[in-house]
């Protein structure tokens, strides 16, 4: 069983920075591959980023692609996403999810575990 926890969410200007954190209880997080998403109103979830469960690999939709990045530290259990270069359109509410081994898919179906959300505003 895994338990998640975002944070790092908040308003910030066009250009700028934030770096979400994905917090995980379970003794066995450094088997889980993690994925973060984001929903906006009245849109599908979907993929930003993921990383896999050993952290060799990491992935990027292409919309973030050279602006956010996944990372982990399995000593603190947790994992980041750091978005750089925000624009308006990332707004959202972004979620982390993990599942046991997987690469950091980019399927919402593929993920067993997920956290509550934190609110991410961009302004023009």
């Known amino acids: 069983q895994v338990q998640l926890v975002e944070s790092g969410g908040g308003l910030v200007q066009a250009g700028g920075s934030l770096r979400l954190s994905c917090a995980a209880s379970?003794?066995?997080?450094?088997?889980?591959?993690v994925g973060w998403f984001r929903q906006a109103p009245g849109k599908e979830r979907e993929f930003v980023a993921g990383i896999s469960w050993s952290g060799s690999s990491t992935f990027c939709a292409d919309s973030v692609k050279g602006r956010f990045a996944a990372s982990r530290d399995n000593a603190k259990k947790t994992v980041y996403l750091q978005m750089n270069s925000l624009k308006p359109e990332d707004t959202a509410v972004y979620y982390c999810a993990a599942k046991m081994y997987s690469l950091g898919d980019n399927s919402r179906y593929g993920y067993d575990y997920w956290g509550q959300g934190t609110q991410v505003t961009v302004s023009s």
């Open positions: 379970g003794r066995t997080f450094s088997s889980y591959g």
